[in-house]
């Protein structure tokens, strides 16, 4: 063997030690020239190997941001076409005290089609979706059954004696539609809360937060601003049918009720205290629950809205105490609130203050003589 050779023989020794030393010190060296990964480079793909295609990068959906959480809720308004002023003089403070933040629905309802004129300019007003529908005739119209001597002959002794409304027709069909037909319109099914809403009425404070979900979310079924004394001769027959219903369905009366809110001797009579009804907000689901259905036709029954003139917030009322939990019923302090010359002016200084109020708490009528106010408070603090 040559010198030249031996020289060859030389480096190579060198150079494959260097590789074996390489290979088993260096990862990825060892990988990069493997035989095997040195010969993929010499022959395609075969037959049992997946051929990796590149996918686009994986993005998260984009976020989509929900509006404010809302009650299934809409503001009820009975009116008539000649009530568009004060229908309108309503809506406007109602949007600008509260509505123009929260966006919920108006249905307006007539015992008539309303004018084009009518609703084109309700509905410029609204801040969100209005409907108008009708009343059904026989939601609306005294029954054929009633007994139109006696119920004459009613009117005309109430009228003699000076009663408010004691000769009106129209106004015991307005009360007995109310009591026992409005959350049964069609245009009203898909609600479960509703805030009744009167032509003509002022909203004195700002309301920040939203009533309807306080009223959900506090497990309440009815509220009121105004509580007042029924005039008694309006009523003269309708505790005696309250009992008799009573004694026929103890079921339905709720444990730790508000009997003691409207009776001062435990049931024996009603002192005739109710919640003015032309402000509520409440449950439908509650008018259209067995009890208060029971009780509604009962006393449709006995014809009573026109043999008298029993109105919708003494039945509101009776039926919110006896069948709802205590406290289930609330008192929206906050809600400054007035219909004709009764007003409720938030009392406190501070949601005074909150609500920018416009009214005089001097003359708020939450302690008149005619008001139940004190009675209510009386109730609430023996159980609270």
Known sequence: MNTITRYILLVLGIFVSLHYILSFTHEEYGRATSFSQIASHFKGPTPEEDVVVARPPVHPPPTVEKGPRRANASFVILARNSDLAGTLSSIHELESRFNSGFNYPYVLLNEVEFTAEFKSKVSAAVSSKVEFGVIPNEHWYQPEWIDEEKATKSRNQ???????????????????????????????????????????????????????????????????????????????????????????????????????????????????????????????????????????????????????????????????????????????????????????????????????????????????????????????????
């Open 158 to 384: 109430m009228t003699a004696n000076g009663v408010k409304y004691g000769g009106s027709v129209a106004y015991r069909n307005m009360c007995r539609f109310n009591s026992g037909f409005f959350f049964r319109h069609p245009l009203l099914l898909k609600y479960r809360w509703y805030w009744r809403v009167e032509p003509s009425v002022h909203y004195h404070c700002d309301i920040h937060t939203d009533p309807f979900l306080f009223m959900e979310d506090n497990d309440k079924v009815y509220s009121f601003t105004i509580t007042v004394y029924e005039i008694s001769a309006t009523i003269p027959g309708l505790w005696g049918h309250v009992k008799d219903f009573v004694e026929k369905h103890p079921e339905y009366v709720a444990p730790n009720n508000s009997m003691g809110f409207i009776s001062n001797n435990d049931g024996m009579s009603y002192n005739t205290c109710h919640f003015w009804s032309n402000f509520e907000i409440a449950d439908m689901n509650f008018w259209r629950g067995p009890a208060y259905t029971a009780f509604f036709e009962y006393l449709d029954s006995t014809g009573g809205f026109y043999y008298e003139r029993w109105g919708d917030a003494p039945v509101h009322s009776i039926a919110a105490s006896l069948f709802a939990r205590r406290d289930q019923l609330h008192f929206f302090e906050e809600i400054g609130y007035q219909h004709d010359d009764w007003s409720h002016c938030p009392l406190t200084e501070q949601k005074w203050e909150q609500g920018k109020c416009a009214c005089d708490r001097g003359h708020s009528f939450d302690y008149d003589p005619s008001s139940c106010k004190r009675r209510w408070d009386q109730f609430e603090n023996s159980w609270s």
